[in-house]
């Protein structure tokens, strides 16, 4: 059963950074993605960023160039370092995997892979 542990969320100001780990186990084989999602008060989950099988990174328009995902060699922990933060980015963010990578295609209320259970990011103006 994968296992996913958030954290490093917090409050901050406007133009801040933050730095959110996941800890990721479980899996037993095959390829995953892994990413971010986050869901602000009031409105639907959305992704913000993964990490495709291979490698490649892809972001939110409104994160790019601003945040920055990533992964440590053993692909235990994945990171998402935050910078230049705006009230916008207030949600929170959730950690997710999903073997068959379906970031682009993501609905609310798609049945997807696995979730964490959230670490909280507020940014005050």
């Known amino acids: 059963q994968v296992k996913l542990m958030e954290s490093g969320g917090g409050s901050v100001q406007t133009e801040g950074s933050l730095r959110l780990s996941c800890v990721a186990s479980?899996?037993?084989?095959?390829?995953?993605?892994v990413g971010w999602f986050r869901q602000a008060p009031g409105k639907e989950r959305e992704p913000v960023a993964h990490?495709?099988?291979?490698?490649?990174?892809t972001y939110t328009d409104s994160v790019r160039g601003r945040f920055t995902i990533s992964q440590d060699n053993k692909k235990i922990t994945l990171y998402l370092q935050m910078n230049n933060l705006k009230p916008e980015d207030t949600a929170m963010y959730y950690c997710?995997?999903?073997?068959?990578?379906?970031?682009?295609?993501?609905?609310?209320?798609?049945?997807?892979?696995?979730w964490g259970q959230g670490t909280q990011v507020t940014v005050s103006a």
């Open positions: 479980g899996f037993t084989g095959g390829t995953y993605c």
């Open positions: 997710a995997a999903d073997r068959l990578c379906r970031w682009g295609s993501w609905y609310p209320g798609l049945r997807f892979g696995d």
């Open positions: 990490i495709g099988r291979d490698g490649s990174t």
